[in-house]
């Protein structure tokens, strides 16, 4: 699934070439891309006719559009295979095109949502009130990202101290933090020395922010090259795939030398996915040993 990087990467296309132009016509091709939006595939269309969408906002993995009256948004989720493409009006429809966006204007493109797994899809959503952003309500319990200026690292690290978890899982919980996923967290692990395993409670404040600040590097640099793409299903919305996997650290180099110490990097299966570290700059914690109980001594008689 499309991390922070990748997620950005297709806003920042949005946001160029979507954002202002009224909508003209919305064909909906398949049902399971609207499954989200309550009135099906026909109240999606017809409540989106002229109407005008702002700039393109993101929150960890999940992207919408704001609409001009600030009421409501259209939400987008990629999924596991879902592209948001800008295509010019003549070119082929791809095979797994799931939506069709046409602007009542002469720009000569058009929005088209391709979704070969179908799991993600579009919804339209009434926005927080009083969020400037148009903050879909339907996403409002997702946390802000590391990215977001306004991420609150105070309750980040708190929040690491309190919870009786591993590191991991933490990155993971997008109550906690957004927009990390399987990739980055083993990168940003990695480059902290840490044992995606440790538990959160015994990290000091110092290491809680330097592991923040390493999740950060590592998802700038990715978006700075267009994200990681595995395969074709991980685009912009001109088509074109990211180059960071040349740039990984830890995720997907089983048996491969540690650019640290030379250790062979090591996979093991993971909450039905895989962890990438290195047995010796990430140690894995140790086992707590329960104390003995103490057993009381009964006086002889």
């Known amino acids: 699934m499309p991390e922070l990087p990748e997620v950005e ?18 064909q909906v091709l398949h049902p399971r891309a609207v499954r989200r939006h309550l009135g099906g595939g026909e109240d999606f269309a017809a409540r989106l006719g002229g109407r005008r969408p702002g700039v393109a906002r993101r929150r960890g993995k999940y992207l ?7 009421e409501e948004s259209v939400l987008a989720h990629l999924g596991m295979s879902g ?24 720009v ?4 088209r949502f391709v979704d070969q797994r179908t799991f993600g899809g ?43 978890t591993t590191l991991k899982r933490a990155l993971l ?48 640099a990715a978006l700075a090259v267009g994200g990681t793409s595995f395969d074709s299903l991980y685009v912009n919305v001109n088509g074109e795939s990211g180059y960071f996997e ?7 180099r089983e048996n491969e030398p540690c650019r640290r110490c030379a250790t062979p990097l090591r996979r093991r299966p993971w909450m039905n996915r895989s962890s990438y570290f290195c047995p010796r700059c990430q140690r894995p914690p140790r086992p707590v040993v329960a104390a003995p109980r103490a057993v009381a001594s009964r006086s002889s008689s």
Do not use: C
Request: charged share 30%.
């Open 9 to 26: 990467v297709v806003r920042r296309g949005l946001e160029r070439w979507i954002s202002g132009r009224t909508i003209a016509e919305v």
């Open 108 to 111: 000569g493109t058009e929005l």
């Open 173 to 220: 919980d997008q109550s906690l933090i957004s927009g990390v996923g399987n990739i980055y967290a083993d990168e940003a692990l990695w480059r902290a020395r840490l044992h995606y395993d440790r538990p959160t409670a015994t990290l000091t404040p110092s290491r809680s922010a330097e592991l923040l600040d390493h999740v950060r590097e590592v998802m700038s």
């Open 122 to 164: 579009l919804s339209l959503h009434e926005a927080v009130p009083g969020a400037a952003d148009g903050l879909p309500a339907a996403i409002a319990h997702i946390a802000r990202d590391p990215l977001d200026p306004a991420f609150d690292e105070a309750a980040f690290h708190a929040a690491l101290r309190r919870r009786r």
């Open 246 to 252: 040349r740039s990984l650290d830890a995720y997907g």
């Open 83 to 106: 592209q948001l493409l800008v295509q010019p009006h003549d070119a082929p429809d791809e095979k797994h095109l799931r939506i069709r966006v046409r602007f009542a204007d002469s």
């Open 64 to 70: 919408w559009l704001p609409l001009e009256d600030g």
